[in-house]
């Protein structure tokens, strides 16, 4: 062999392997004590860090994420809410201008970090607003377990944006995001975005703390209490004893998640309950007339908790704390910070319903949501949707549980500001635009495949997408491959239009002829984004019958589906135009022609969809 070809060959293999690397994760073990000095709303930390390199890399700088740098006039997130005005979160500013441009210089967010080391040796590091980057004095090697150890200080800033003090509920400190926290490390390398409002991505961890404040506070927190009789709110029986300072200890600890978080207040209660089969949860909340319909919630939660055991998999932590603490809702490992105040417990339950299943699409199933935000909102979007069905049955009897959504989807087209979904989540120029790409168009991204390959199909890949991936970091790729392998379909097409473009679905009736025997249908598309259509008639004595006619992409035909029996007729090639359908009905016998009788295809135009016959 010459020495070119067999570089060539070399280079090849080289190439085959890189592509075919088996999986990693990184792991870390935190073990953290704070000290809060709740008059200042300031705390004391010291942190040592366990850190294992799985990787096949050798790895010669860390990076940290310092989230509270972000709370200050001039940071990047202050400059993007500027940039943005009334485009933007409209929970970050007021009146199209930055609320974080107004904070009072005491009450800024700040992670002051006084040193760190690696192996007791001290590091040399720079802030680079909120990540930190750190120069190790001796790599890590790939398989190999190094430890930090960290010494800082904190402010913590008014409340702004999910973390913070005073929110305008009246809760002390909101406490999430809130320690220097190791940025993950995977194929596509460090994952150093800085926090400028959306998502949050990190490794599994596990967590020792322990939370020394003032006696008279409760806090709820993510993970287990490891001594409720030394502290208020957790155990009728508890003697607490403070030390010279007024202070208690608490002591937290969890394993394998992606974050810690907790909050604090003097007028918290406790409440918890078992869920049969697991989790316990606990509400943590201030027991007052605004938050009354808490007291409603322990059945709904407990039946919500089942539904989504049983379709989407096995909640595998030990418990769950529904905590009054943010601007609305925000998920982290074993809780959820959510608004307390709501009208009426279906009000609250959605809140819950969709904070609560991001345990399954963000934790257990941890995907990199500042990359692909339409995986973690839209996947979870979808479960809420789908409980929420089941425990609020609507009292007009919707054609499938995600018409709201997808009528929602239509109206949102009309304004001509869709981004695509493929974008990253802080760099969406348009906040309505952030939301219908994420949340909305990843909800639908499965109503779309239920569609298309059927719906028992789709509840397998979930299962299957559960069983192969929890508590690990999938990607689109990992789903799709799921996806494909259930269907055996092609679906590339589909999640290319759907996620990477703004283009629409747009089919129509175009014109229908009556045979003496049978009836001739035209359909037509007008839109940019080819799909199988299942085109359905209703007979004058209200039989329907469907035709599924397959897209030319899939290459394998839908089998069945829980909407309903049909026939299967010739493809639709993408390329083609126009489509004739014959079937065996007069006119005297067709009451109803229609594109879709179940209404899942996100068709941006419903008016030529369906046609009466008079």
């Known amino acids: 062999?010459?020495?070119?070809?067999?570089?060539?060959?070399?280079?090849?293999?080289?190439?085959?392997?890189?592509?075919?690397?088996?999986y990693y994760q990184q792991a870390a073990k935190y073990k953290m004590d704070i000290d809060v000095n709740a008059e200042k709303f300031t705390y004391q930390g010291n942190q040592t860090l366990e850190y294992t390199n799985?990787?096949?890399?050798?790895?010669?700088?860390?990076?940290?994420?310092?989230?509270?740098?972000?709370?200050?006039?001039?940071?990047?997130?202050?400059?993007?809410?500027?940039?943005?005005?009334?485009?933007?979160?409209?929970?970050l500013q007021k009146d199209g201008i930055s609320r974080l441009a107004s904070i009072p210089k005491d009450q800024e967010g700040a992670q002051n970090i006084h040193w760190i080391k690696q192996n007791g040796k001290d590091l040399k590091f720079e802030v680079q607003e909120t990540i930190m980057k750190v120069y190790l004095n001796e790599p890590i090697k790939p398989n190999s377990t190094t430890t930090f150890t960290m010494d800082w200080d904190a402010v913590i800033p008014q409340q702004i944006r999910r973390s913070g003090r005073n929110n305008r509920e009246g809760v002390d400190m909101t406490m999430t995001?809130?320690?220097p926290k190791i940025a993950e490390y995977d194929y596509d390398g460090w994952a150093t975005f800085d926090y400028i409002g959306r998502e949050f991505h990190a490794p599994f961890s596990d967590f020792d703390v322990t939370i020394k404040i003032n006696k008279d506070y409760v806090i709820g927190a993510g993970g287990i209490l490891e001594n409720p009789a030394d502290v208020k709110g957790y155990d009728t029986n508890a003697k607490i004893k403070a030390g010279k300072d007024k202070k208690v200890t608490w002591k937290w600890s969890a394993k394998n998640m992606l974050d810690f978080a907790w909050s604090a207040d003097k007028d918290y209660v406790v409440k918890s309950f078992d869920v049969p089969e697991g989790p316990k949860v606990y509400l943590v909340y201030q027991n007052n007339d605004k938050t009354k319909v808490w007291e409603e919630a322990q059945p709904y939660v407990t039946k919500y908790f089942q539904i989504m055991n049983a379709h989407f998999g096995k909640y595998v932590y030990p418990s769950y704390a529904f905590i009054q603490g943010g601007d609305g809702g925000m998920e982290y490992g074993m809780c959820t910070m959510i608004l307390g105040e709501a009208k009426n417990i279906?009000?609250?339950?959605?809140?819950?319903?969709?904070?609560?299943?991001?345990?399954w699409y963000q934790q257990m199933l941890a995907t990199n949501e500042s990359m692909r935000p339409w995986m973690d909102e839209g996947f979870t979007s979808y479960a809420e949707g789908y409980v929420m069905n089941q425990l609020f049955p609507p009292a007009d009897q919707l054609p499938n549980p995600f018409a709201n959504t997808l009528d929602a989807y239509r109206n949102f087209i009309k304004k001509g500001i869709e981004e695509p979904a493929v974008w990253l989540g802080d760099h969406h120029d348009n906040g309505s635009s952030y939301t219908y790409a994420s949340y909305v168009k990843g909800e639908l991204?499965?109503?779309?495949?239920?569609?298309?390959?059927?719906e028992q199909n789709l509840a397998e890949t979930l299962k299957q997408y559960y069983d192969q991936w929890s508590m690990k970091h999938p990607s689109d790729r990992d789903f799709l491959h799921i996806a494909q392998k259930v269907s055996g379909m092609d679906l590339k097409w589909f999640q290319n239009y759907w996620i990477n473009t703004t283009k629409t679905i747009d089919y129509g009736i175009k014109d229908i002829k009556y045979d003496t025997k049978s009836t001739i249908i035209t359909l037509v598309n007008n839109g940019q984004v080819p799909m199988p259509v299942d085109f359905s008639l209703m007979t004058t004595d209200k039989k329907i019958v469907t035709y599924q006619i397959p897209t030319s992409l899939t290459h394998t035909w839908k089998e069945k589906d829980a909407y309903g029996e049909f026939k299967t007729?010739?493809?639709?090639?993408?390329?083609?135009?126009?489509?004739?359908?014959?079937?065996?009905?007069?006119k005297s016998q067709l009451s109803v022609l229609g594109i879709d009788f179940s209404q899942r295809i996100a068709d941006v135009n419903m008016e030529n969809n369906f046609v009466e016959i008079k």
């Open 569 to 586: 007729m010739p493809y639709w090639p993408w390329t083609q135009k126009e489509y004739t359908l014959t079937v065996p009905y007069t």
């Open 54 to 91: 799985n990787s096949p890399d050798e790895l010669n700088v860390v990076y940290f994420h310092l989230y509270w740098n972000a709370f200050k006039s001039n940071s990047m997130m202050d400059q993007r809410v500027a940039a943005q005005g009334k485009n933007g979160d409209s929970r």
């Open 445 to 454: 991204y499965l109503v779309e495949l239920g569609y298309i390959m059927g």
């Open 1 to 22: 062999m010459k020495k070119s070809v067999a570089i060539l060959f070399a280079l090849i293999i080289s190439q085959f392997q890189a592509q075919q690397a088996p």
């Open 177 to 179: 995001q809130w320690y």
């Open 346 to 359: 279906e009000g609250l339950m959605g809140l819950m319903a969709h904070e609560g299943s991001h345990s």
